[in-house]
């Protein structure tokens, strides 16, 4: 389809795909793909002010958690915050974060904070999804993550390690409410 953007394989609705679409007893084949990293929607209003503070840094579409150096891929999205013309939720997606490029795929406009889907119009929240670069196992490895820890020890900082994604973030954004 000319002038829809193709959404990158990261970002897919794999609850779309035909071969997540039946369960395995179901009797229909599919092909056994690995699920998606998990997903995290960053809102542009908290992207700002964390930008602005120098808690992350945005670069070529890579967010870096500046003290801990892990990195998240990004594309644009919203979240749906509500329905509000009663047409109905036909696509379930009230109270989902989606990337624009998975709506406008199904023929959404969008508008600031506002998005038209068929019949039905809803409020939304600009922002970013972002997808982990690469395993948390692997960020704790990295050089980038080791040298995080360095400088935090440097400057006195005793702060216990996070031991997943949710606990980085939280750790990260819980100053920038």
Known sequence: ???????????????????????????VPFTNVSRTENRVFFPQ??????????????????????AQGRRFALSEAVRVTGEVSGAGDAHEIVGRAKVQGYLEQLGAEI??????????????EPGWMGVPIGSFAEHVASDAAKGAREAAARGG?????????????????????
């Open 45 to 66: 209003a908290a992207l700002d002010q964390a930008i602005g503070d120098g808690t992350v840094d945005l670069k070529d579409g890579v967010l870096t958690i500046v």
């Open 111 to 124: 508008l600031e904070t506002s998005m038209l889907l068929g019949d039905a119009a809803y409020d939304v």
């Open 1 to 27: 389809m000319r002038g829809v953007r193709r959404v990158p394989s990261e970002f897919d609705e794999v609850g779309y795909r035909f071969e997540r679409s039946h369960r395995r007893d179901a009797g």
């Open 157 to 177: 900082a005793m702060h216990p390690e996070p031991t997943d994604d949710e606990q980085l973030l939280a750790s990260c954004f819980s100053n920038n409410r």
